[in-house]
């Protein structure tokens, strides 16, 4: 399975090896009014599904995203409202 999906133009979306730099992704969509699931987390940054939920897990525990639901239906939303 390739680390990134093909986008809707068919190009992968480039690979965000930087935690710093996919973790700014996900703050900016989450400020935008996204809801973040670990699985298009991956598929946005191009890192595995298990990188991207430990970037999401970050991200809550600075303040910045707070969870809505419980196991596999859980996602990540904007928490500074």
């Known amino acids: 399975r390739p680390l990134a999906e093909p986008s809707a133009g068919g190009a992968p979306p480039p690979r965000l090896r930087a935690a710093a730099a996919r ?3 996900l703050t900016r969509g989450a400020e935008a009014g996204h809801l973040w699931t670990s699985r298009e ?3 946005r940054t191009g890192v595995t599904q298990l990188t991207a939920a430990a970037d999401l897990r ?11 639901g419980r196991g596999r239906a ?3 939303r904007w928490a500074k409202t």
Request: glycine share 4%; net charge positive.
């Open 58 to 68: 970050a991200l809550v525990e600075a303040g910045t995203l707070a969870v809505v």
């Open 23 to 25: 973790r700014a992704r």
């Open 41 to 43: 987390a991956a598929e």
């Open 74 to 76: 859980r996602a990540y």
